[in-house]
């Protein structure tokens, strides 16, 4: 059981960290004119500060790892929950 929670829980979080993370900005065509706009998250929930596009190449690392993790703990505690006939 333990182990499906935190599966479960993995999964969730490295999910929500691949959606929030900041997008790379959009280049724009300006003439010299243009303030440096933030980015904003995949979802568009979130508008982050100027220059924090560099966080998305590690927020997209941990967030697969997570989602990975996450899912090989799911599949392990379906697989290792035995037979009925062996339970004591």
Known sequence: MRRRV?????TILGVLILFFAPAPGEAGGCDGGCHN????????LI?????SYNLFLPMLIIGVALVVTGIVLLIKAKRSRGSPGTAR
Do not use: E, I, K, V
Request: cysteine-free; proline content about 11%; hydrophobic content about 20%.
């Open 47 to 51: 508008h982050w500060p100027p220059g």
């Open 37 to 44: 706009y933030g980015s904003t998250s995949l979802t568009g």
């Open 6 to 10: 935190t599966g479960a829980t993995l």
